[in-house]
Structure formats: structure tokens, C-alpha cells
């Protein structure tokens, strides 16, 4: 049976959860009907600050009409991911 990755750390907010393994980078919006958005990388300092990003990302957020957060979210994940060469995978 294969192992999964152990998880490094988890944060939720108003319209994610976000989570960081060793080399991943897993976002599950709220009201969407994807399961999830999973980023890799090649080392693991790559895949904690891209997580960092997305975490900080969320007080910048917080500051935009409920309604306009997790667009915003999305957008500014979509614009450093794809900076980076990071392809997004959608389950």
C-alpha cells in the first residue's frame, strides 16, 4: 500500500483550506465544485513558500467584500503560481 505524505501544516479561513506536504501545496476553496487544487514542486523550500504566499495572501484578502474574496484568492494563486512555472492540478 502506498504511503501518502504527511502533512506539514493546515490553515482555513473564510474560503479555503490550505494545505502544505513536502512538496505540495493543496488548496480546497470553499464554494467550488473542484475537490482541489494541488500545486508540486521540486523541493520542498519551494513548496513552503509558495504556502506561505497563499497564507499571507489571506489577510490581504480579508480586506475585499466577502462576496470578492475567494475570486481575489484564486486570482492572485493563479498569477504567483503560474510566475513560478507552477502547472495547477484540479481533482
Known amino acids: 500500500m502506498k504511503m501518502l505524505p504527511e502533512k ?4 482555513f479561513c473564510a474560503v479555503a483550506m490550505m494545505t502544505l506536504y513536502p512538496k505540495e501545496v ?24 509558495a504556502y506561505r504566499f497563499c497564507v499571507d ?9 466577502s462576496d470578492k474574496q475567494e475570486a481575489a484568492h484564486r486570482h492572485w494563486v493563479k498569477t504567483y503560481m503560474k510566475k513560478i512555472g507552477c502547472p495547477t492540478v484540479i481533482y
Open 26 to 49: 493543496v488548496i480546497h476553496y470553499i464554494s467550488d465544485d473542484e475537490l482541489a487544487l494541488s500545486y508540486l514542486f521540486n523541493s520542498e523550500e519551494e513548496a513552503g513558500k
Open 8 to 11: 506539514i501544516d493546515e490553515k
Open 57 to 65: 495572501l489571506i489577510k490581504e484578502v480579508e480586506s475585499f467584500p
